[in-house]
């Protein structure tokens, strides 16, 4: 079965500071992919990245990093240089290519606060 | 804007009551998903479509049902409503379904039973 887990329920760092979130996933499957969202106190749930499972290469894009790691089954991600406008909830994904379950599963989130 | 539109964005309703709640795809998207965002249990996969056929079960409660329609919106509708079922509905959609295919979620429409 398939299961994310996001052990950092809180997080809250001063702005400027560096912040990694955790993530470590469960799966049987050899093919799958990670993703991660944003969901800022408006609401709305934002897609950042998608990994496949075939694809360690870590992934920067500006002030965000992947960090993708089979052999510890985790995915995770960090923000350099944190802002105020990095709070929010993020949240990592699950999704598994059997095609009986194309569901993808969400952990339970990391509330980001970022204190100016 | 994700391109996913969600209706109401807020409801209130009494225990026992039914409700239904829309979704628009983003354009050229042929799968919907929904997903129950509370308090307690996080983001729960409810259902999933895909091009008018049901592909997906999560835990869905048989108190609540879903279809999608020939021109891909979706509706869910949620009857004999318990306080239990106030949470933050999000439809979600993708290109093909597939599990490679990120979502790309509505607003969310807040249903408060009362």
């Known amino acids: 079965a398939q299961k994310v887990t996001q052990a950092q329920t809180e997080i809250s760092v001063v702005e400027k500071e560096d912040v990694t979130l955790d993530c470590v996933y469960e799966t049987r499957d050899t093919t799958y992919y990670l993703f991660w969202y944003k969901q800022p106190p408006s609401g709305e749930l934002v897609f950042l990245i998608r990994r496949n499972s075939f694809d360690e290469q870590n992934e920067i894009s500006g002030r965000y990093s992947w960090n993708f790691q089979k052999s510890t089954s985790s995915f995770n991600f960090t923000i350099t240089a944190s802002q105020v406008v990095d709070s929010a909830v993020y949240f990592c994904a699950l999704s598994e290519a059997d095609s009986s379950a194309s569901k993808i599963i969400f952990g339970s989130g990391t509330r980001l606060s970022i204190r100016p | ?114």
């Open chain 2, 1 to 114: 804007d994700s391109g996913v539109t969600q209706t109401p964005k807020h409801l209130i309703t009494a225990t026992g009551q039914r409700v239904t709640l829309r979704c628009s795809p983003r354009s050229g998207d042929l799968s919907v998903y929904w997903y129950q965002q509370s308090l307690d249990q996080g983001l729960q996969f409810l259902i999933q479509y895909y091009n008018g056929e049901e592909r997906a079960k999560g835990n869905i409660l048989e108190r609540f049902s879903a279809q999608q329609f020939p021109d891909l919106h979706s509706e869910l509708n949620l009857s004999s409503l318990e306080l239990g079922d106030s949470a933050l509905y999000f439809c979600a959609s993708s290109e093909q379904g597939s599990y490679n295919s990120p979502l790309h979620f509505g607003n969310g429409t807040r249903l408060t039973v009362t």
